[in-house]
């Protein structure tokens, strides 16, 4: 049974930075690329980031590029989402998805249940 | 890529058809996927490719398009299809979701 778990959301201050945590498990990790999709409250979806398979390439959408990163370390089966320089904006619930696939055009099949982040200023 | 999905509110009734539609600001091919969500759970994928529907999902959803004009749509609403639907481009990155379609109880 395939499962993400996030962990690391919390309440942090305007400018600060978090580390989010995604563990997987019941699938060959280092086979799919994995997302970061946040959702504000009341809000819609919203597509922060992709990394393939190997970690050797990575996407972000232009909110978050130049402050997020995403890394992850198949020998934990773990993906991880480095935040920095955050804003009001940033406040949301932080979700993780498996894709169906390694490369692109793959749809996010398995989501996790979300940690949630908090910006104060 | 910008998608936009009408309407963005629905209300119906049990067992009425309901019909959304997504439209992208370019061609996307058929890479485009459904979601639903209910309230304080995390999305489920319904249907991918834009029409290939994902194990376990009932039939009476289904989905059709490709280029820029997609459909989804169920054809006997259920008590438990109330949520609210988003469709997903995975053609090119930044891999946009639509706004969203709330379908409500009349």
Redesign the interface.
């Known amino acids: 049974e395939v499962q993400l778990v996030e962990s690391g959301g919390g309440l942090v201050q305007d400018g600060g930075s978090l580390r989010l945590s995604c563990a997987a498990s019941g699938f060959t990790f280092s086979s799919y690329a994995m ?1 970061w ?1 946040r959702q504000a409250p009341g809000k ?4 922060i980031s ?1 990394i393939s398979g190997s970690g050797g390439r990575t ?4 909110a978050v590029k130049g402050r997020f990163t995403v890394s992850r370390d198949n020998s934990k089966n773990t993906v991880y989402l480095q935040m920095n320089s955050l804003r009001g904006e940033d406040t949301a619930l932080y ?1 993780c998805a498996k894709r ?1 696939a390694d490369g ?6 398995y ?4 940690t949630l982040v908090t910006v104060s200023s | 890529i910008q998608l936009t999905q009408s309407p963005s509110f629905l209300s119906a009734s049990v067992g009425d058809r309901v019909t959304i539609t997504c439209r992208a600001s370019q061609a996307i091919r058929s ?1 485009l ?1 459904w ?1 639903q ?1 209910k309230p304080g759970k ?4 319904l249907i ?1 490719a834009a029409s290939t529907l ?1 194990s376990g999902v009932p039939s009476r959803f289904s989905g059709s398009g490709s280029g820029t004009e997609f459909t989804f749509t169920i054809i006997s609403l259920q008590p438990e299809d109330f949520a ?1 639907y ?1 469709c ?1 481009q ?11 379609t709330k379908v409500d109880i009349q």
């Open positions: 997302n999709v819609g979806l919203e597509w992709d996407y972000y959408a232009d979700y169906g692109r055009n793959s749809p996010l099949d989501w996790g249940q979300g | 890479y996927a979601y969500q995390a999305p489920n994928l991918s994902q609210t988003y997903q995975v053609n090119d990155y930044p891999m946009t979701f639509g706004p969203g």
